[in-house]
């Protein structure tokens, strides 16, 4: 069973940098797939922000976060981590982890991905 935990939000500056983690289980290393993070605003949808396939290591971000925020994952593949610097009030969201088999090709719906953790709120204010 895949479980996806995320971790690592809470209340920083403008400016200021966070960095969210998702720990991932449940995937097997023979089979390709892809962890991706969504945020959503009070009374947005739901965006999306960075994934990376567990295969190559390639990435795709939002063109909101391109040049602010690096997903990464550690060699073992089971933590995915989202480098958030020089956050805007607008990065206010509940960010979440999100993970699917398979090979992704860019930022895509949420329809695409079948596990999700549960979100940590992420707050940019003065």
């Known amino acids: 069973e895949v479980q996806l935990q995320a971790s690592g939000g809470g209340l920083v500056q403008p400016g200021g940098s966070l960095r969210l983690s998702c720990a991932a289980s449940g995937f097997t290393g023979d089979d390709p797939y892809a962890i991706a993070w969504f945020r959503q605003a009070p009374g947005k949808e739901r965006e999306g922000v960075a994934c990376?396939?567990?295969?190559?290591?390639?990435?795709y971000y939002g063109e909101a976060v391109k040049g602010r925020f690096t997903i990464s994952s550690d060699n073992a593949k089971t933590t995915v981590f989202l480098q958030m610097n020089s956050l805007k009030s607008e990065d206010t969201a509940v960010y979440y982890c999100?993970?699917?088999?398979?090979?992704?090709?860019?930022?895509?719906?949420?329809?695409?991905?079948?596990?999700w953790g549960q979100g940590t709120q992420v707050t940019v204010s003065s």
């Open positions: 990376i396939n567990s295969f190559g290591g390639t990435t």
């Open positions: 999100a993970g699917t088999l398979g090979i992704v090709a860019g930022i895509t719906s949420t329809r695409l991905y079948d596990y």
